[in-house]
């Protein structure tokens, strides 16, 4: 959330993320801690295409390593 500058968070947009405001407003006003973790596109093809592209396939051990150390009382291994 502090990576999204604040002109940005009353932007709409249907690709955006889950409305960054919901989520601005579930930090401030309850005790839940929010982490996203989230892909940033290598490219944006001319064709959608179903499936995963290899960069993002190849992203997802890192990003499952970094949810698990995110969790409370977990770490890699």
């Known amino acids: 959330m502090a990576g999204i500058p604040d002109k940005k968070t009353s932007d709409f947009s249907l690709r955006q993320f889950p409305t960054v ?5 579930l930090k401030e006003h309850s005790r839940i801690d929010l982490k996203i973790i989230a ?4 490219a944006i093809p001319d064709e959608v ?8 396939a190849d992203a997802i051990d890192t ?5 698990m150390a995110a969790l409370p009382g977990e770490g890699p291994g």
Do not use: T, Y
């Open 39 to 42: 892909a940033q596109v290598e």
């Open 21 to 25: 405001n919901m989520l601005q407003e």
């Open 49 to 56: 295409k179903p499936g995963r592209s290899p960069a993002v």
């Open 63 to 67: 990003a499952c390593q970094r949810l």
